[in-house]
Structure formats: C-alpha cells, structure tokens
C-alpha cells in the first residue's frame, strides 16, 4: 500500500483511480464495507483503489479541545486500512486553513479531477466537504456527470438495528462495553505505541510495566482493563493494564502502563500492540501505595479469569 503525504505530492503516475474520501477513524465494519466496494469496482476498471483522509481531522483543526477522542491515531489507522489488503493508495490530506476555506466546488476541481483524475468516488451517506461543508452527495453527483466519474453511497452498515459509527464505537468504550465496541470493529480496540522508560515504580511494587503513551489529544476511555499485548508478530500475552492519568501518584500525563503475566523480558523501545479486552474498574486515587498494590493484586486475579473466559470463546 503505497502512502501519498500530502497532495503535494500527487504526480501524473496518481492520476486515475476509485476513491472514497473520510477520516476512516478506527477502520470500523462500516468502513469495510464502504472499502470492498470501492475494492470491487476499482478492479472492474483495471485502477487503483484510493482513500483520502484527513491529518488532523476538521474538527482538531476548528475545535480541537472539543473533538472527539480518535479511536486511532494516523499510523493506527494507516495500519488498519493496510490490514484490509483490498486498498491500494492513501492519499493523507493536511487539513489546514486553506484547505478549510476551499469552496467543495474547487475541492472537486483541483482534487479529484486535475491532480488525481477519479473514475469513481465512493463515500458514506452523510458525506460534507469544502467550506462550511457546503458540499454533499448531491453536489458531487451533479460534478460527476460533468466531468465523467460515478459517484455511489452506501447504506449505513447496521448492528442490532445500530448504525455502526465512530460515534457509536466511542459511546460504547467510555461505557465499558468493550464487547459491543468489538463487534463494530470486527475486532478488539486497541492501541499501538512503542514502550518508553518510565519511574521504576511499578517494579519496586512488584508490577513491572511496559509505559505507552497513548498519542492522542484525548482519551476514548479510561481506568483499568484485562488485555492482550502483540509485540511484533508474536502470539498474543496475557495481561492488566492501566489507562489514565495515575491519580495516586498524582500523574498528569495521560499514559497507558500495561502489566504481562508471567513475562520478565525487556521490552524498552518496542512498539506493542494492546488489545483491551475487559474493563475491570475506574481509576482510583489511594490513601497510601500499600491500599493500590492490595487493589493490583485483585486486579490481576480477575483480568486472568477474565482472559481465560474470553480465550475460550475466540474461534
């Protein structure tokens, strides 16, 4: 998957393909199936398939200490459109003051006719674009005939009669329900990040952690949670982890310190994948670290009954 930053860097070899354009936070299933269409007629016209997202999102850009807490960051969400392995371009698209006072007539001029000359443009049924999102579905269309690509929309991509959406994925994480997050993505939720040093505290308690920040400007959910970690292209490793600002050890920092089971290897440097399996319970300030580590040990029994339940039931 070849990933284009910026549409400075569109040349004549980009021009020419299927594309749908969004922010794509999470990859959720609604996505996919947004992603095997324009797939399957990217193919039928023998030309690349194309998404264009946005770095940061509209809304970061206008109201950033009011947008919503990304399920993925960019490299996350670059990761996971790759995991699809039905797309063929990413066109990340800087979203900055001229691209917000862009009228949507000239967004279709200059993008997706001069500089990447779409066949096909494929987005989701609540689609806006240009200044003050004044361009919609049917703006687009209208475009299309004029310059000679189809456009399509799909139907909303429904769970138990719910529209699946970021919005919905991030109602159901900041209520703990992990279980129906996962079944909007198709898989767990997780975070990627690599493994920094941090204050030995939880070793001298007994608790090694591996410490991640988390990269976002918010958090999508918080407190302590059962876990799988994937470092690298290992199997999966059992464990607790916490996420949050540590209010005991009067933390400011958002930072997410994951405890492996039985594991006793230096992972400093290393970038980990935490699957978030099972929440546990609420961050909680402690009178002393004596009451917090009596807590950690009953943390860690449940997440491994936790773990050994859910083990059981994956495929």
Avoid at 266 to 289: M, S, T, W
Wanted: glycine content about 8%; aromatic content about 6%.
């Amino acid at each position: 998957m070849e990933i284009i930053r910026g549409v400075g860097d569109l040349t004549d070899a980009h021009r020419g393909c299927a594309l749908s354009i969004g922010n794509f936070d999470g990859v959720h299933r609604g996505h996919r199936a947004v992603l095997a269409q324009l797939a399957g007629t990217a193919a039928g016209l023998n030309v690349p398939a194309t998404v264009m997202t946005f770095e940061p999102t509209p809304k970061e850009f206008f109201v950033p200490d009011q947008a919503p807490a990304r399920l993925t960051t960019l490299r996350e969400k670059l990761g996971a459109l790759q995991a699809t392995a039905c797309i063929d371009k990413v066109v990340v698209t800087r979203f900055d003051e001229q691209m917000a006072s862009l009228p949507p007539e000239e967004f279709i001029e200059r993008l997706l006719v001069q500089r990447l000359s779409v066949r096909y443009v494929i987005v989701g049924d609540d689609f806006r674009f240009g200044h003050r999102r004044k361009g919609d579905f049917d703006m687009l269309s209208r475009a299309g005939l004029e310059h000679g690509f189809d456009v399509a929309t799909t139907e909303s991509f429904e769970l138990d009669g719910v529209r699946v959406s970021s919005t919905a994925i991030r109602a159901a994480l900041a209520a703990g329900d992990l279980a129906y997050a996962a079944r909007m993505l198709g898989r767990p939720y997780s975070m990627i990040g690599r493994v920094r040093r941090g204050e030995q505290l939880g070793r001298k308690l007994g608790y090694p952690t591996a410490n991640i920040s988390p990269g976002r400007l918010a958090l999508p959910l918080h407190g302590i949670f059962a876990v799988l970690v994937r470092r690298s292209r290992a199997s999966k490793l059992p464990g607790v982890a916490s996420l949050g600002t540590r209010p005991t050890v009067d933390g400011q920092e958002p930072m997410l310190e994951v405890h492996l089971f039985d594991f006793d290897d230096n992972l400093y440097g290393e970038r980990l994948e935490v699957q978030f399996i099972a929440r546990l319970r609420d961050e909680e300030h402690f009178p002393d670290l004596a009451s917090m580590v009596e807590q950690m040990h009953r943390d860690a029994a449940l997440a491994r009954e936790l773990l050994e339940q859910y083990a059981e039931g994956e495929p």
